[in-house]
Nanobody, 124 residues
C-alpha cells in the first residue's frame, strides 16, 4: 500500500521560510512526477509545484515562482518544498501528490496518490 507522509509545516511570520518534506513508502516513485498542492479554507485545492521523475525539470504556479523550490531525492523516496519569503496568502494545508506518469502536470487528475496534508500558517 503506497503512502505519502508530509512533514515540516507550522506557524511562521511573513517573510520567513519553511521546508516541507514528503516521504513515500510502500512503493517507489522514482519513475513518477511528483507535485505539491495546497488548499486554503473555503477554497479549492490548487497547484503549487511539480517535478519530473529525474528532478531535472520543474514547474511552478505563478503565485510562488521565485519563492518556492521543489526538489527530490529518489534514493530516499522523498520530495521537498522549500518555501521562502512566505506571505499570509500562502496559508493553507499543503499536500504532496504522486503522479500517474513521469510527466509533470499541474492538474489534480494527473495524481493518484495523496498525503494527508500539513498545515502552513503565515502570520502577517
Amino acid at each position: 500500500q503506497a503512502r505519502l507522509v508530509e512533514s515540516g509545516g507550522g506557524l511562521v511570520q511573513a517573510g520567513g521560510s519553511l521546508r516541507l518534506s514528503c516521504a513515500a513508502s510502500g512503493r517507489t516513485f522514482s519513475s513518477n512526477a511528483m507535485g505539491w498542492f495546497r488548499q486554503a479554507p473555503g477554497k479549492e485545492r490548487e497547484f503549487v509545484a511539480t517535478i519530473s521523475w529525474s528532478g531535472r525539470s520543474t514547474n511552478y504556479a505563478d503565485s510562488v515562482k521565485g519563492r518556492f523550490t521543489i526538489s527530490r531525492d529518489n534514493a530516499k523516496n522523498t520530495v521537498y518544498l522549500q518555501m521562502n519569503s512566505l506571505k499570509a496568502e500562502d496559508t493553507a494545508v499543503y499536500y504532496c501528490a504522486g503522479g500517474t506518469t513521469s510527466s509533470m502536470s499541474s492538474s489534480l487528475n494527473s495524481y493518484n496518490y495523496w498525503g494527508q496534508g500539513t498545515q502552513v500558517t503565515v502570520s502577517s
